[in-house]
């Protein structure tokens, strides 16, 4: 089964990728794997604080996740899986690609400010030649009845 591989973070343009991840699985008959990616930097302080927070940013990603789960499962009758890495997000979303043959696209939201599609975007493209996968990047501001029709 091909897997479409979204990323979880705080920006409002994964909203959009989480939907296209999701429509496109339900259309092809695949899946997706929703990864989020939890810093280093969040974790330098002394070790008993250090894994409090750490464990405090895993309860904070399933919550998320689950509103994203129950979203799927119940409107496009997929059942997405959750991945949670721990460091520099580009490094470890291409560590996952390579860990998972099943995944076949790489899902992204483009931001809208003026700062561009977002870092995570801007750092991927500049290695897509060596990727593995394709990327879909779907635009930060692409309304829900647009996505539904290119889907």
């Given at each position: 089964?091909?897997?479409?591989?979204?990323?979880?973070?705080?920006?409002?343009?994964?909203?959009?990728?989480?939907?296209?991840?999701?429509?496109?699985?339900?259309?092809?008959g695949g899946g997706v794997t929703v990864l989020s990616v939890i810093p280093p930097d969040e974790f330098n302080h002394w070790i008993g604080v250090g894994e409090v927070m750490r464990e405090e940013a895993?309860?904070?990603i399933h919550a998320h996740f689950e509103v994203f789960a129950k979203?799927?499962?119940?409107?496009?009758?997929?059942?997405?899986?959750?991945?949670?890495?721990e460091g520099e997000p580009v490094p470890e979303?291409?560590?996952?690609?390579k860990s998972d043959p099943e995944i076949g696209v790489l899902v992204l939201g483009a931001g809208t400010d003026k700062k561009g599609p977002g870092p995570i975007i801007t750092q991927l493209t500049r290695t897509s030649g060596s990727l593995p996968i394709p990327i879909t990047i779907v635009?930060?501001?692409?309304s829900k009845e647009k996505l539904e029709e290119i889907t």
């Open positions: 089964m091909r897997k479409f591989l979204v990323v979880l973070d705080d920006s409002r343009e994964c909203l959009n990728a989480m939907r296209f991840a999701a429509m496109r699985a339900a259309k092809t895993r309860e904070r979203w799927m499962r119940d409107k496009q009758g997929v059942e997405p899986e959750l991945a949670i890495r979303i291409i560590a996952h690609i635009p930060g501001d692409l």
